[in-house]
């Protein structure tokens, strides 16, 4: 694909963004105008579907941020502002008639300082143009098929951590029910046996055992309930 400039309108003045070719499955936009620096874009998986290479990503900056992290010096930045800023916005399409959705990730300068209001907006204009833009390609499939086959090792190899933690976490909780179980059962025994003391002979010691307050008997026998319920 040729290289392509357009216009993007923003509350801090017309950027304009030209696309350069195509390379590794990425999109890099130079920006002039109200902003100065460049936007990478490439393919990503949904957000809700991670198996679906189908979504647009952008990232303030030359490279991707997610596998990368790009010189201080190199972040875009207001034409007459002197802080460069990190952030990215996923471009992705979901319901029947695939409205577009954008998720932003926090836009920050180099710094850590989160950008104003006003540059915020300007910023998400900027990333959300260079994502649609790249969405519209012709060569679009052949990016979206490089973002596969570049993330989907690190996703298998996050899935199957993910999932022998909750097998972990499975077998903790099961043990942590089983011992509530086993409280709420001898708890409850005793709370029983001081009732019907108390119904044959009263007494103050025994009515403490029985009462509802801070750290009681009752108190506990609830907490367990709900323990074991979780």
């Known amino acids: 694909m040729s290289t392509t400039t357009f216009v993007i309108e923003t509350s801090s003045g017309a950027v304009h963004a030209t696309a350069g070719p195509q390379s590794m499955g990425a999109v890099v936009f130079e920006l002039s105008g109200a902003m100065r620096g460049s936007v990478h874009v490439t393919g990503t998986n949904d957000p809700y579907c991670w198996d679906r290479?189908?979504?647009?990503?952008?990232?303030?900056?030359?490279?991707?941020?997610?596998?990368?992290?790009?010189?201080?010096?190199?972040?875009?930045?207001?034409?007459?502002?002197?802080?460069?800023?990190?952030?990215?916005?996923?471009?992705?399409?979901?319901?029947?008639?695939?409205?577009?959705?954008?998720?932003?990730?926090?836009?920050?300068?180099?710094?850590?300082?989160?950008?104003?209001?006003?540059?915020?907006?300007?910023?998400?204009?900027?990333?959300?143009?260079?994502?649609?833009?790249?969405?519209?390609?012709?060569?679009?499939?052949?990016?979206?098929?490089?973002?596969?086959?570049r993330r989907t090792p690190g996703l298998l190899r996050f899935l199957n951590w993910a999932a022998a933690r909750a097998d972990a976490d499975a077998i903790r909780y099961e043990g942590e029910a089983q011992a509530a179980r086993r409280a709420l059962k001898q708890s409850g025994a005793l709370w029983w046996i001081a009732l019907r003391l108390f119904t044959a002979r009263p007494d103050i010691v025994l009515l403490l055992v029985l009462a509802d307050y801070e750290d009681s008997l009752a108190r506990r026998i609830l907490g367990l309930e709900w323990e074991v319920s979780y």
């Open 53 to 149: 290479f189908t979504a647009v990503r952008a990232c303030l900056g030359p490279v991707d941020a997610f596998e990368t992290t790009a010189p201080d010096e190199s972040l875009p930045r207001l034409a007459h502002g002197r802080s460069g800023y990190h952030g990215s916005l996923t471009l992705y399409f979901c319901g029947p008639d695939d409205r577009p959705e954008v998720s932003v990730m926090p836009l920050s300068t180099a710094a850590g300082h989160e950008a104003s209001p006003k540059t915020a907006a300007t910023l998400t204009a900027v990333l959300r143009a260079c994502a649609g833009a790249v969405a519209q390609r012709a060569d679009l499939p052949l990016i979206l098929d490089a973002s596969r086959l």
